[in-house]
């Protein structure tokens, strides 16, 4: 599947469409994978905002993990992998429990940690070419 944005006014209604496919389809865990200002935080702080959660988005970088609350939708954990130098970094903030509960997790740069993902979530590709923004999954 596909979704284009072609400008920042379009985020809020895309993310809407996304979070209306990840209702449908179960999933929770979402591993965002692009190049730097690809627009992952971005689209992940908005989605966080489209599902009503309490506190704001922003790119959990040096916490690594930052936790939200919305009403509907539970715990949503917003991870950033980007400074993590191995895998057992990821353990030692107890990545199994994340990834084994009922909560939301969408995770920046999860390549850095491909072998604990493995096959437990959905990856997302963004993409930016000329402003405009490709995030292509396979539900």
């Known amino acids: 599947m596909k979704i284009i944005i072609h400008s920042l006014k379009e985020v809020p209604e895309k993310t809407k469409e996304f979070l209306q496919l990840l209702e449908e389809s ?38 690594i993990v930052d936790e ?31 990834l084994s509960d009922e909560s939301f997790c969408f995770m920046e740069w999860p390549e850095k940690v491909e072998n604990v993902l493995s096959n437990q979530c959905l990856w997302v590709n963004l993409s930016e070419s000329d402003g405009i923004r490709i995030l292509e999954f396979d539900l």
């Open 26 to 63: 179960g999933e929770k865990k979402i591993a965002f994978s692009g190049k730097m200002g690809a627009g992952k935080t971005t689209f992940i702080n908005e989605l966080i905002k489209a599902m009503g959660a309490e506190s704001e988005g922003s790119s959990p970088t040096f916490s």
């Open 68 to 98: 939200h609350f919305a009403p509907n939708y539970g715990i949503i954990n917003h991870f950033d992998f980007y400074r993590i130098e191995n895998e057992e970094e990821v353990y030692d903030i107890g990545i199994e429990e994340y």
